[in-house]
């Protein structure tokens, strides 16, 4: 089946530091990846996507790069700030099973100044 | 603004009560999700509908689920004789997927309501 696992948080990071949270995915078909955002008391926004191996998906100073060779699409930012504190969902979705997402569980990152 | 939206924003209900829940989704969208998200958890996909027809339904949408999109616009969800596991956000989303095409060409961006979050007491 297609399923999602991203690295459990929470994360909790100094301003200005690496981020990384993984995710890697299982899939029958050939999926989209995204990675979505919710800050807190919003809604889901839709952070960056790929649709295809090798493509790396930007947004904000955020990136993941589908690698289809490891089943990964990484979420990285180079100097995290306070008001990226939020959790941060990787999902996918196969075009011919319907387009509906697949979620993984989330991962909550805190930045403190 | 023209975003998803949901109502009501917050419901309270007793066991065994029915709700109703209702998305408007984004207005030249013609497919709309409805997904179940759980403390913790991430949302887990419930059911679709492509203009007014109920294409997919989860495992998770039991017989006590119900799910309408009259007129391709906007969509209702009804909980009968609702339980305390029921409690949860309910979102809805809304895309666009393009008519004929084929493979990646269909997958495009879901929007997301800000959901609807029940509580069964």
């Known amino acids: 089946g297609n399923s999602v696992t991203q690295m459990e948080g929470p994360v909790t990071l100094s301003e200005e530091a690496f981020l990384t949270i993984n995710c890697t995915y299982t899939?029958?078909?050939?999926?989209?990846l995204f990675w979505y955002v919710q800050y807190p008391g919003e809604g889901l926004q839709l952070l960056l996507k790929?649709?295809?191996?090798?493509d790396k998906g930007s947004n904000k100073g955020f990136e993941a790069t589908y690698r289809k060779e490891t089943t990964s699409f990484h979420l990285e930012k180079g100097s995290v700030q306070v008001s990226d504190s939020a959790v941060y969902f990787c999902?996918?979705?196969?075009?011919?099973?319907?387009?509906?997402?697949?979620f993984g569980k989330g991962t909550t990152l805190s930045v403190s100044s | 603004d023209t975003g998803v939206s949901q109502d009501p924003r917050h419901k309270i209900t007793k066991r065994g009560q029915n709700v109703t829940f209702r998305c408007d989704p984004i207005?030249?969208?013609?497919?709309l999700y409805w997904y179940r998200q759980t403390l913790g958890q991430g949302p887990e996909f419930l059911t679709y509908?492509?203009?007014?027809?109920?294409?997919?339904k989860s495992r998770l949408l039991s017989d006590r689920f119900s799910a309408e999109r009259p007129k391709g616009s906007f969509s209702t969800l009804e909980i009968q004789r609702t339980e305390q596991g029921d409690s949860a956000m309910y979102l809805c989303?809304?895309?666009?997927?393009?008519?004929?095409?084929?493979?990646?060409?269909?997958?495009?961006?879901?929007?997301f309501g800000p959901g609807t979050r029940l509580t069964v007491l």
């Open positions: 989303a809304s895309s666009s997927i393009l008519e004929g095409g084929t493979g990646l060409a269909g997958v495009l961006e879901q929007f």
């Open positions: 899939a029958t078909g050939y999926p989209s």
């Open positions: 790929a649709t295809k191996a090798d």
């Open positions: 999902a996918l979705s196969v075009y011919q099973a319907g387009t509906a997402l697949i």
């Open positions: 207005s030249e969208h013609n497919r």
């Open positions: 509908f492509q203009n007014e027809a109920q294409l997919e």
